[in-house]
């Protein structure tokens, strides 16, 4: 966990504060002069009232230009920004022709599967033509081809669970399926810091919804313990149910999770367990199957075992890989698979190819290969970054690594001056993380060179400096203030 500085935490609510402050004066001063002017409304409410959007007028609008950058390639190792302007203070940008070539620390190409590949690509070409971009049709009516039901074949037996079922979107995947699993009557425990599409699914299954001090086993069981006691709302009768949400590598936090624990912990009070993998599948473990190979965990120990393919696989979509019972049982009840229409074949061919590379069924090691090249990547990256003196969360292995920037000014900042020396980083604030711990989040892939690395921190370095976000002395001032103390023992 974050443990924030009492000087960081009072200058960042200092500056919040600023910005608050002038943005409801400029407000007010707003509503005087549009008081004269003629509402368009027509006897309408208006859609966004003033408090609904202040954060984004008054806050967001000032750094847009930080977020949502167009590219114009794939996102490999290197990619092209395209540059944008404006001329009314951000509150409106414009693309232009031109583009910057840019070291890319910010997409989730874990593998690099997402660029052109030697294996994947011709195949996908080749089911593009056959199948064409879309099914055009859900699954249960003629948007089922032998590619799906491929893929949810070789998904069951890459986890390690007995059967799969897919999903066009990894975000609908959580937020759809979660209430297809408990309802009314059920109890949901989930880690206070899970994805927002796990918060969705369990907020709209219906389900009692209880939260967890994050990767906290022993406050886990404590929730459960309580929970179990009391029983149901009013009634205090037995929960119909109990599902324990978690993720394998937390997307804001680089952090593993506690998986033996929180499993020994739902097992000893007959709690089913829902383990999120979107960053963690294909990424972390000896062969790439997560943080159950990772931790030493059996898959038949973890019910249910979500995952997307946007990440480590390069494609779209998402996946629920569980007993064959659960698997059916979604089949014939969850509307994202009844409805929605079903993954474009050439997204599925990609996930296929992209594993068949992870387990060496092309004939080659490559998949090997990747897999040591993002695990030696991440823990360069992160043992280099700490050594600068930046406050880096997460465990090693993790290829996701957040440094902290905490201040709203540092935002903005750190993310062009890196654009200027081109290295493009995703910054992330509020709502996306707590009010005062804003943060950079670097992603690390295989398709990055030790000079790629190198160059990233070179820039970061610099960067961190000038902006000022090197909370902690650097390895060379840590050694100094070691030998001192030892001179004057």
């Not at 009768?237 to 680089?254: D, T």
């Not at 499993?263 to 159950?292: F, M, N, P, Q, W």
């Not at 249910?304 to 049982?329: P, Q, R, W």
Request: hydrophobic content about 40%.
């Amino acid at each position: 966990m974050v443990r924030l500085p009492y000087v960081t935490a009072l200058t960042t609510l200092f500056s919040y504060g600023l910005l608050f402050a002038f943005g409801q004066l400029r407000d007010f001063f707003r509503r005087i002069l549009d008081a004269r002017k003629p509402s368009n409304l027509k006897g309408y409410a208006p859609i966004c009232l003033g408090l609904e959007d202040f954060y984004t007028r008054r806050l967001y609008l000032r750094i847009q230009d930080c977020f949502g950058r167009p590219i114009a390639s794939a996102p490999d190792a290197w990619f092209d920004v395209v540059e944008r302007y404006s001329n009314d203070c951000n509150k409106t940008l414009h693309r232009t022709a031109k583009t910057s070539k840019c070291l890319n620390l910010g997409s989730y190409n874990y593998l690099g599967f997402a660029a052109a590949d030697e294996y994947c690509t011709p195949r996908v070409i080749e089911s593009l033509k056959k199948y064409s971009a879309s099914t055009c049709s859900v699954r249960v009516d003629g948007g089922n081809t032998k590619l799906h039901t491929e893929l949810e074949e070789l998904v069951a037996r890459f986890v390690g669970k007995p059967a799969a079922i897919l999903f066009g979107m990894g975000y609908v995947t959580n937020s759809a399926i979660i209430p297809a699993l408990i309802g009314k009557g059920g109890l949901i425990i989930s880690d206070s810091l899970n994805h927002n599409s796990i918060v969705n699914g369990a907020r709209g299954s219906g389900a009692t919804v209880r939260v967890f001090q994050h990767n906290n086993p022993a406050h886990l069981e404590e929730v459960l313990r309580e929970q179990i006691a009391g029983g149901q709302p009013r009634t205090h009768r037995p929960w119909k149910k109990i599902i324990v949400i978690v993720e394998g590598i937390y997307s804001m936090e680089g952090e593993l999770c506690k998986l033996p624990e929180v499993i020994s912990v739902c097992k000893k009070y007959k709690a089913y367990t829902y383990l999120d993998e979107a960053h963690s599948i294909g990424a972390v473990g000896k062969t790439g199957r997560g943080v159950c190979e990772l931790l030493g965990v059996d898959p038949a120990d973890v019910d249910i075992m979500m995952g997307t393919f946007t990440k480590s696989f390069g494609s779209c979509g998402g996946y629920i890989a569980a007993s064959k019972e659960i698997i059916h049982h979604l089949k014939h009840t969850c509307p994202a698979h009844i409805y929605a229409t079903s993954m474009s074949p050439p997204a599925v061919q990609q996930v296929i190819s992209a594993i068949k590379v992870i387990l060496g069924e092309d004939g080659t090691n490559r998949g090997a290969k990747k897999l040591a090249q993002i695990r030696e990547n991440s823990n360069f990256f992160r043992s280099e970054l700490q050594k600068m003196g930046f406050e880096v969360l997460g465990d090693n292995d993790s290829p996701v690594m957040p440094i902290m920037l905490y201040n709203p000014a540092k935002i903005p900042a750190f993310s062009r001056e890196c654009l200027r020396q081109n290295v493009a980083v995703v910054t992330v604030a509020f709502p996306a993380t707590p009010l005062l711990l804003a943060r950079a989040r670097i992603c690390i892939s295989a398709s990055h060179s030790r000079e790629d690395l190198i160059k990233g921190l070179e820039v970061i370095s610099k960067v961190g400096d000038l902006v000022g976000i090197k909370y902690f002395p650097v390895e060379q001032e840590k050694t100094a203030v070691i030998e001192k103390l030892k001179k004057i023992q």
